[in-house]
């Protein structure tokens, strides 16, 4: 089992920034891929960034050029730096942690809301 802590969402204005984290109880080791997707009210939940154990890196069309993810692998986190922030970006973003065999965890959630 992998236990997923989320931190940074909130209220901002559009055109200003956010930086969510996510740290995972077990060794990045175990890891296959970490990434973020976002869900907001009445849409599918949808992927925004992701990165694997090696460091290559996938983002959504939507996203790519005003958000950044990153790890911090001593700590086991992953960063989600958003620029940039646009009203459509408002969801709820749930951290993803993807493991060598293929099993999936999520976070509980945090919400990111951008005012116009």
């Known amino acids: 089992q992998v236990q997923l802590v989320e931190s940074g969402g909130g209220l901002v204005q559009a055109g200003e920034s956010l930086r969510l984290s996510c740290a995972a109880s077990?060794?990045?080791?175990?890891?296959?891929?970490m990434g973020w997707y976002r869900q907001a009210p009445g849409k599918q939940r949808e992927l925004v960034a992701t990165?694997?154990?090696?460091?290559?890196?996938n983002y959504a069309d939507s996203v790519k050029g005003r958000f950044t993810i990153s790890t911090d692998n001593a700590k086991n986190t992953v960063y989600l730096q958003m620029n940039s922030l646009q009203p459509e970006d408002t969801a709820i973003y749930y951290c993803?942690?993807?493991?060598?065999?293929?099993?999936?965890?999520w976070g509980q959630g945090t919400q990111v809301t951008v005012s116009p």
């Open positions: 077990r060794s990045r080791f175990s890891m296959r891929a």
């Open positions: 993803n942690y993807k493991s060598i065999t293929w099993a999936d965890y």
């Open positions: 990165i694997t154990l090696g460091g290559t890196t």
